[in-house]
């Protein structure tokens, strides 16, 4: 054998031993260590780094293996987050495609992660009104809260699998990265209970404010007769009699006040929209107020165009509407003050303004005017009816 | 000879009877009262009003509704106009289909308008 023979057969033992660990290594097992052998030769650098290089491997295997533990771990503590969460939570791609849903959500929607995994947020969340016809795209607060990345709640019903109808509040809100809209996080809310004890209240309401109309009209009508049989009563016990019926008429608008708002929450006020004249309205409406402007000094002006004008109104609630404008348009004016009611055409539309001289509303509070229980924060001194604006 | 109008009034509340017979009788009518469905039914078959004023909520099992009902159903009695007189708002166009000539709510009406109203259906 010559030297080269031996150069030969000295490099394949070399390599050979190597030949066990490149197998294991070949089917993920990078667990072999690399025996240097003695003495220093070409080899010698190529075993050290074939070692150095398996101890990175395993390095790099083991703090993968705890990344993804911590992963792992991370995420079930995620999802018993989200499933402990009582509102459902549903997450979507960019496209609107769900990619998560919580336990929750899969109760109240009927439909599995499974099922809904992949799917547009729209097929599974079907939105619509209480009578079932569907909630329009933009409605949704979708849109608004990808557009405008921000948070956007709104009331409606989902159709659950099964096609019935579930009431709930929705938050929707942009999953943002850097700069980037990545998807939306749905979370809603079972109304059914919040809807339930509404209509006990409203129920409750409508029927005290029915029973208190009894005795209310048993008042009225006592002090009607009485009134128109003694016409000469002396003044101090007719003032009297006359403050007792106007506080009797006052109670009387107060609960038809509290049934109005009671037929609104539940849904019960119907319109009937047909062609009305509106200043033979407003004329009617002024003669009912006229007595109570007198008595306070106030002057009325309603200035209109010479032709007759017609709007599309509900009839029966229109002169509604006007008669809280200008009762709290006279109410909350000052002694002399003036209320002015104008009527002009723009365009398709008739504009009715209502004007006065009064205290005004601070522009800090015009915003809430019709909320239900809004009243101005410079009107703490004057008489109010609550109910006036909500009609 | 001037004819005395009879007005039936189908009301519970003795307060309320006291009120119309008082407005009514000042007025010139004949005041007959009953407190029940069944009764108002009988009464309007006995005494034959020229018309009938009619509470909806009203004791026992039958209401207004199935007062006016029976009344509508009566050939000789469907002619007395009913003007039903409730302090119910919402029930008004159920009272005009059953056959009511007119409904007016009792709290937001003066008792003058309530006479008024009736003078000319009680022809």
Known sequence: ????????????????????????????????????????????????????????????????????????EEKILDDAILDSIGDGVVVTNKNLNITLMNHHAQMMTEY?????????????????????????????????????????????????????????????????????????????????????????????????????????????????????????LPKKEKDKLDSVYKNVMRMIALVNDMLSVS???????????EPVNIIAIINDVLNEVEVVAENKMVGLAFNHPEEEVFVLADREKLPGVILNLLDNAIKFNTLLGKVEVNITKEGEDVVVQVSDSGIGIPPEDKEQVFDRYYRATNAVFIQFRPWALFS | MIEIKTVLFIEDDVEMQ???????????????????????VAQAREKHPSLIILDIMLPGRKNGFDALE???????????????????????????????????????????????????LAK
Request: net charge negative; proline share 3%.
């Open chain 1, 1 to 72: 054998m010559n030297d080269l023979e031996k150069y030969q057969k000295y490099v394949k033992e070399r390599l050979n031993a190597l030949t066990p660990i490149f197998a294991k290594a070949s089917i993920g097992d990078f667990s072999e260590d690399v025996e240097i052998p003695e003495g220093e030769d070409e080899f010698s650098e190529l075993y050290a780094g074939i070692g150095i290089m398996l101890e990175v491997i395993r390095e790099q295997i083991n703090s993968l293996k705890s990344a993804k533990e911590i992963v792992e």
């Open chain 1, 112 to 232: 599995t992660d499974e099922e809904a995994q992949g799917k547009h947020l729209f097929e599974v969340l079907k939105a619509v009104d209480e009578k079932n016809i569907p909630i329009s795209y933009d409605a949704r607060g979708t849109e608004e809260a990808i557009e405008k990345r921000k948070k956007t709640s709104v009331n409606y019903f989902y159709l659950t699998k099964s096609g019935s109808q579930l009431p709930v509040s929705v938050t929707t809100s942009p999953l943002i990265l850097g700069d980037q809209i990545i998807g939306t996080v749905v979370v809603f809310r079972d109304r059914t209970k919040d809807l339930e004890v509404e209509k006990m209240k409203n129920e409750f309401i409508s029927l005290a404010a029915h029973q208190l109309r009894s005795p209310l009209s048993i008042m009225r009508w006592n002090l009607e007769l009485f009134m128109s049989q003694n016409s000469s």
């Open chain 1, 263 to 273: 037929k609104i929450d539940q849904g019960k006020t119907t319109h009937q929209i």
């Open chain 2, 18 to 40: 006291k009120i119309y017979a008082e407005a009514f009788s000042n007025n010139g009518f004949d005041v007959v009262s009953a407190s029940t469905a069944d009764e108002g």
């Open chain 2, 70 to 120: 029976q009344l509508v159903a009566d050939s000789e009695l469907a002619k007395i106009p009913v003007l039903v007189l409730t302090n119910l708002d919402s029930e008004k166009d159920v009272a005009l289909k059953i056959g009511a000539k007119d409904y007016l709510v009792k709290a937001n009406s003066s008792i003058e308008q309530v006479v008024e109203k009736v003078k000319p």
